[in-house]
């Protein structure tokens, strides 16, 4: 059983920064891919980031790439930099572990999420 706690969300002006962290409860974080996914009312939960297990590869969905970065610790922790942020990118944010970094949202746990609000 793996449990995650996101921290970081918040409301920030458009082209703003704001970092998510995703704190895992497990003895064997280090075998799980990590992924963070996002959603808003009405909507599917849509991927914007995942890292593999070592941490050697990330992958982004488009509408983030360049801005936001995906990143993990040996301390148990993922994290979600995100910058030149737009209104667009408000949504309730979502960390997830998983056997496999993947772009679609079949990971295994799942955290609370924690919401991101970007003012224009």
């Known amino acids: 059983q793996v449990q995650l706690v996101e921290s970081g969300g918040g409301l920030v002006q458009a082209g703003g920064s704001l970092r998510l962290s995703c704190a895992a409860s497990?003895?064997?974080?280090?075998?799980?891919?990590m992924g963070w996914f996002r959603q808003t009312p009405g909507k599917e939960r849509e991927f914007v980031a995942a890292?593999?297990?070592?941490?050697?590869?990330t992958y982004y969905a488009d509408s983030v790439k360049g801005r936001f970065t995906i990143s993990r610790d040996s301390a148990k922790n993922t994290y979600l930099q995100m910058n030149s942020l737009k209104p667009e990118d408000t949504a309730v944010y979502y960390c997830?572990?998983?056997?496999?970094?993947?772009?679609?949202?079949?990971?295994?746990?799942w955290g609370q999420g924690t919401q991101v609000t970007v003012s224009s």
């Open positions: 497990t003895r064997t974080f280090s075998r799980y891919a």
């Open positions: 890292i593999t297990r070592s941490g050697a590869s």
């Open positions: 997830a572990a998983g056997t496999v970094a993947v772009t679609i949202p079949n990971y295994d746990y």
